[in-house]
């Protein structure tokens, strides 16, 4: 059997038992998959059939940084992260090892409202997109989202936290380890 699935962007290619995934974007594409031969192939037709070049091994899509190291695949956003550290101002501010104070409530606060609001926005989208690889300030960017219609003083405060947060663990990402656990070889992804 053979076919296209297409998700949006994401187009999923089977053949048989052979997977391949492609991400394209605009002029960009991913190729991935767990048959080099059937990757190989689908690469060589995609050439032929179209004006393309292969840059190698995937290093950067979209502010995700991609690393391959002996313990598995790291996707992070590092250089983002600092882009959005620099955007929010903080950058010569100290880092902290904690996203949120113990048993702090984040609600509408009869504070006062922010008179421009739009640094937190552009901060609260900015972390929108970092949750991809940080999962670990996902409850927290979540509840600042919900005051993007009202932002008071007192939410920039915790986005500030959540900032100088992510200023001391910016290296911090998924790490997908393919072959982890010994006696299965199932992934053990962290």
């Not at 190291?69 to 790291?74: A, C, I, K, Q």
């Not at 919900?146 to 947060?165: G, K």
């Amino acid at each position: 059997m053979r076919g296209f699935i297409n998700f949006a962007l994401l187009y999923l290619v089977f053949a048989l038992l052979r997977v391949s995934l492609l991400l394209i974007y605009v002029n960009n594409i991913v190729i991935t998959g767990s048959d080099i031969a059937f990757l190989t192939q689908l690469q060589q037709h995609l050439k032929a059939s179209f004006h393309m070049k292969d840059h190698g091994p995937l290093q950067y899509f979209f502010s995700l940084e991609v690393q391959f190291t002996l313990t598995g695949t790291l996707l992070h956003q590092h250089k983002y992260t600092e882009e959005v550290i620099l955007l929010a101002g903080l950058q010569l501010g100290n880092f902290i090892l904690t996203i949120l104070k113990v048993n702090l409530k984040i609600r509408q606060e009869k504070d006062d409202l922010l008179s421009d609001p739009s640094l937190y926005w552009q901060v609260v989208e900015s972390l929108n997109y970092l949750m991809i690889t940080r999962p670990d300030i996902s409850f927290v960017v979540q509840q600042i989202n919900q005051f993007m219609q009202a932002p008071r003083n007192l939410h920039l405060v915790v986005v500030c936290r959540i900032i100088r947060y992510l200023k001391g663990t910016s290296t911090c990402g998924l790490l997908f380890d393919w072959a982890g656990y010994v006696n299965t070889r199932h992934s053990v992804t962290s």
